[in-house]
């Protein structure tokens, strides 16, 4: 738990320290959201290579590399000086994360059995998860007003060391299977889904006819159509198909997708109106974040009891629909908007939406799931998650340029926020229908 807590921190800890990096490193406007995209890029895009290293190498032992790699990347983040450097680094982490989150959830699967025992254990990952991310705001705002941005990246080296110890006292080495790499499709769905990313954000300064965002859209779509067929006939496929046999399965990794896209665009377009409309701190930027964060740490502990009794489609559904209408709330934000009278009300119900998504979520994407292919579920459960972050993300930069000729200043940004906030929301709106097609009229789970 404390692993995933910290590689979901980083995801998050950086986003109100954003303005603070921009000026101090000299990013462009485009070029900021890569902070974000290059983490969860090759976190996602290597994290099915990473659940089968665990597979063959023995889980304990890519856990320890995974966290190493992890650390040494943010001693180079903590030291960037560059936007080059900086983003290689953050894609260096992203890899490191994508090496040890699989191992983090196989190894609840494996300890746990199913029933209810294993379905709180995941409610306490997918809680996680959320409370990590929302906390990650206000520390990395905190951290970017009274000390440097810098500083949230340096301390994760002393948390790794503690827990590479920890994993060697207290976790026993899973047995090893035998089997091989597939590299062609981690290559292939890591620069399928980078190109695709690409196109999408240079489309919001150039345009969808310019030669380099139709080049760069196509040659990832031909990079992921590659990548499938490589998995239907690799020996040992980094992502077995049939995982996608069950409708529920599908259904989840989809609707993950497209949520995650929706709610890594929140946390990154509402910093933005905060410190650019309403001038708050960094600091301040975090603590505004605190209602979302209260509400989803408190509905997220609640999972549980609420799952017994609502069933998880229900909730699941329940959790979407506060998500839905907290981002159409905030596609209306004016430029005049106040914290409290605009803000505070539609951050509450994201916030519980967050926290009541997210467990439903991951136990429809790891039902049925037989034990050896265990780790290869939760890295496309994983993998949905980064890089749903990843596109929802570019979809949304895209989105916040349109029909914005003629405004400047603060009218310019409150405008991008508002097309960003309905994207998000169109997102949230179809993973809803996938939960409807596909999840809530399941059939029984294929392993």
Known sequence: MMSYIMIVLDISIVITGLPKIRMELGFSDAGLSWISTAYTLTFGGFLLLGARAGDILGRRRVF?????????????????????????????????????????????QINFPA???????????AAAAGISASFGLVLGGILADWLSWRVGFFINL????????????????????????????????????????????????????????????????VLLAAF?????????????????RSRERAGAYLARLLFLGANVGFFFFATQ???GVLGYSPALTGLAFLPAMVVNFIVALRVPQLMAR???????VASMIASLLGLLWLSLLPAEATYWGSLALPMLLIGLGQGGAMA??????????????????????????QLGGSLGLAGQVAASVIASEGLAGIALLAHRVDNAMLAAAVMVFLALGCVFLLIARRKPSAA
Do not use: K
């Not at 091989?180 to 300064?205: E, Q």
């Not at 499938?228 to 996608?244: D, G, N, T």
């Not at 609502?310 to 699941?316: D, F, K, Q, V």
């Open 64 to 108: 320890a590399i995974g966290l190493a790699i992890f650390a040494i990347a943010s001693l180079f983040i903590g030291f960037a000086q560059t936007p080059t450097t900086m983003i290689a680094a953050r894609a260096a982490q992203g890899l490191g994360s994508a090496i040890l989150a699989p191992s983090t959830l196989a190894l609840l």
């Open 115 to 125: 029933g209810p025992e294993r379905t709180r254990a995941v409610a306490y990952y």
């Open 158 to 221: 002393p948390v790794a060391l503690g827990l590479i110890a920890a994993a060697y006292r207290f976790i026993a080495e899973t047995e090893r299977h035998g089997g091989t790499f597939d590299f062609a499709g981690a290559v292939t769905s890591t620069l399928g889904m980078t190109a695709l990313v690409f196109g999408i954000v240079h489309s919001a300064a150039a345009g969808w006819a310019d030669a380099a965002t139709l080049g760069a859209v196509l040659s990832g779509g």
């Open 228 to 244: 499938v067929a490589i998995e239907a006939r690799a020996r040992q496929p980094i992502m077995p198909l049939r995982l996608f």
């Open 273 to 275: 109106f905060m410190q």
């Open 310 to 316: 609502l069933g998880a489609t229900r909730l699941l």
């Open 360 to 385: 439903p979520l991951t136990q429809s994407g790891i039902a049925g799931v037989a034990d050896q292919d265990a780790g290869a579920a939760s890295g496309v459960v994983n993998a949905a998650h």
